[in-house]
């Protein structure tokens, strides 16, 4: 069966549904790699043992990861009034945020990962995408 004039508006939803996805995976790629409210209880090697767990650790160990101890409201509020353009599309939130910063120590990128832990309380600054953020930017530590 041949719908006339049904190409271009299947390729239009088609695209909706492609983007709405590709945000929403983004959003939760930021969410297992930067989002952790309350901070989890995981013991005193809470960088090694978070690394692993959101898969960060494998096949090679993440240089540097940051994790947010602040809502997901509140993150999500820095992609509108709760932050203020930064340049490059990115956003710097209005308050700071507790956040855990873990570093690889050692010189070999490859498991086994031991990372040092860093805690404060700080500014974040994010991309975001369709309302939500996507990126941390490590590089404003």
Do not use: W
């Not at 939760?28 to 767990?53: A, E, I, W």
């Not at 990115?90 to 050692?106: E, H, I, P, W």
């Amino acid at each position: 069966m041949h719908f006339k004039g049904s190409g271009p508006i299947l390729f239009a939803l088609l695209m909706v549904v492609f983007i709405v996805e590709t945000y929403a995976a983004d959003y939760n790629t930021f969410l297992r790699q930067h989002y952790d409210n309350p901070k989890s209880n995981v013991g005193n090697r809470y960088c090694n043992t978070m690394m692993q767990r959101r898969g960060m650790a494998r096949p090679q160990c993440k240089a540097v990861n940051s994790f947010i101890h602040g809502s997901k409201k509140q993150i999500i509020a820095v992609c509108g009034k709760g932050g203020k353009p930064y340049g490059n599309g990115l956003r710097r939130s209005n308050k700071q945020f507790s956040v855990t910063t873990c570093k690889l120590s050692g010189g070999s990128p490859r498991p086994p990962c031991n990372y040092r832990e860093n805690r404060s309380n700080r500014f974040i600054v994010i991309a975001c995408r369709g309302g939500k953020p996507v990126h941390f930017d490590e590089g404003q530590i």
